[in-house]
């Protein structure tokens, strides 16, 4: 059994292998006794789950094993998006959360993810003190009882998540629109939403996978990428459709279509949300972006006025930056977005409904509204390449890249080299290749982002030439 590790949001592990009623019992053994030492307890867990296979089972065992430790818990009685459970911890005062889920993952992974008192990913000293009682509770497996029916209630997280989101923007004025939005769900736990919080109205919602499907057919994974979404961006581009919504396994990633459908990569869907707070909204704050994120955010910040504030890849550093900073809005690469004055966690639904709020108030469609963006911010380009590994090699990748100096790379000088994640280059003008091994999946991740998608091509391929890779 490969040990137990909670990496940049939970831990996540093939089902059946490792990630099996008797290991998830454990981990929910160690978060009770977490929440036991900090004084959490006595205001009890609320315990939520997605679309796979046996993710209902699973959090039941959860919660039995939470109640078992004498802690009321709230399970939702049908699967929900992330970020409606975190709103329902912070919005029943409750000392915890706990999801499972494993967001964007192939169909054969889930993840057991735990989400603080205001609804945050739990940052890594938490995690590892869950992780450090893992040891013990696995060697003698003694869980308290759990007959514990009375701890345990059932409740919809939907309904109250439904109307904050409602009340972030001017609903009435999106429903009066008429603007015609095309939905993709890819069978995961928003299945259904994006219909419910826009209600009736002149705008219209055509959904696409709504209903759950724990095999996520037709995909790799349940990710809102390009790859991911050739059904959805096949529909817009017919016509008929103003712009196309896509959200991921769990609902707390964003993937965006234009009017044309073509797909807006998450790089440029994080710049306009930022230009719409700023521009549209009129907001100020601090911002809080990812290494992996683009620099398109920073010009923004200058542009503005507004501090960018950067972590390493994760909500469990975003998060608690973003409380920190009360920053008003923090993304990353992946396409997980979270605005002051809701809960400092991803949201993929009140994301889109934001973009649809932007393109009603601007009275322009998605491809406009980038083309100004990159007017004032400049062409950025991006791409990312994944190379699976096998465990035994990452050491040796790990000192190979640690050990490379280039001085150039696609013909730009590198001005400097850090380990914040990974192993970034920043290129002369702002520039970057980053390589990081991701903390979800058994990958090798090489980022870049520069002038020219011809450029990102060429740094792409030195990445992997850096790794040790034949290109």
């Not at 169909?107 to 990913?121: L, R």
């Amino acid at each position: 059994m490969a040990e137990i590790r909670f990496g940049t949001d939970g831990w996540r592990a093939v089902i059946g292998e490792d990630f099996t009623f008797d290991n998830v019992r454990a981990v929910a053994q160690a978060t009770a006794q977490w929440m036991l030492r900090a004084g959490l307890a006595s205001r009890g867990a609320v315990v939520g789950y997605d679309t796979r296979l046996h993710s209902a089972e699973f959090a039941q065992a959860v919660s039995e094993v939470l109640a078992g430790n004498g802690i009321a818990v709230a399970l939702a009685s049908a699967a929900a998006p992330t970020p409606a459970i975190s709103h329902a911890v912070r919005e029943r005062g409750a000392g915890a959360g706990v999801v499972i889920t494993s967001s964007h993952n192939p169909a054969q992974w889930n993840g057991f993810k735990v989400k603080q008192a205001v609804g945050n990913s739990a940052p890594p000293e938490v995690t590892a003190e869950i992780e450090a009682a893992l040891p013990d509770i696995l060697a003698g497996m003694q869980l308290a009882p759990t007959d514990t029916s009375p701890l345990i209630e059932r409740f919809d997280p939907r309904p109250g998540y439904v109307d904050a989101v409602r009340a972030f923007v001017d609903i009435a004025r999106i429903r009066a629109a008429g603007l015609r939005v095309a939905v993709d769900s890819m069978h995961g736990a928003a299945g259904g939403l994006a219909g419910r919080v826009l209600g009736e109205g002149a705008t219209t919602v055509h959904e696409l996978r709504g209903e759950p499907d724990p095999e996520f057919p037709g995909m790799h994974a349940p990710e809102p990428i390009a790859r991911n979404l050739d059904g959805l961006m096949g529909l817009v581009a017919d016509g008929g459709y103003d712009i196309g919504l896509a959200t991921d396994g769990d609902g707390d990633r964003l993937g965006l279509v234009d009017e044309r459908g073509a797909f807006l990569n998450q790089h440029q869907v994080f710049a306009l949300l930022v230009r719409y707070l700023l521009e549209v909204r009129g907001e100020r704050g601090p911002i809080v972006r990812s290494i992996t994120s683009t620099r398109m955010i920073d010009r923004l910040g200058e542009r503005y006025g507004c501090p960018v504030h950067e972590t390493a890849v994760g909500f469990k550093f975003l998060g608690p930056k973003m409380i920190e900073e009360d920053a008003l809005v923090a993304g990353e690469e992946s396409g997980g977005y979270a605005l002051r004055g809701h809960i400092p966690e991803r949201d993929g639904i009140l994301s889109g409904l934001l973009l649809l709020d932007y393109v009603v108030r601007t009275g322009k469609p998605p491809s406009q509204l980038l083309a100004e963006l990159y007017d004032e911010v400049g062409r950025h380009e991006y791409d990312r390449v994944d190379i699976a590994l096998r465990p035994e090699d990452r050491d040796a990748i790990a000192a190979r890249v640690a050990a490379a100096e280039p001085s150039t790379i696609a013909g730009l000088s590198v001005a400097s080299k850090d380990t914040l994640d990974g192993y970034r280059f920043a290129l002369d003008g702002g520039w970057w290749l980053l390589l990081r091994f991701s903390g979800t999946e058994p990958l090798l991740r090489i980022y870049a982002e520069m002038p020219s998608a011809e450029l990102v091509r060429d740094a792409l391929r030195e990445g992997q030439g850096i790794a040790g890779f034949d290109v």
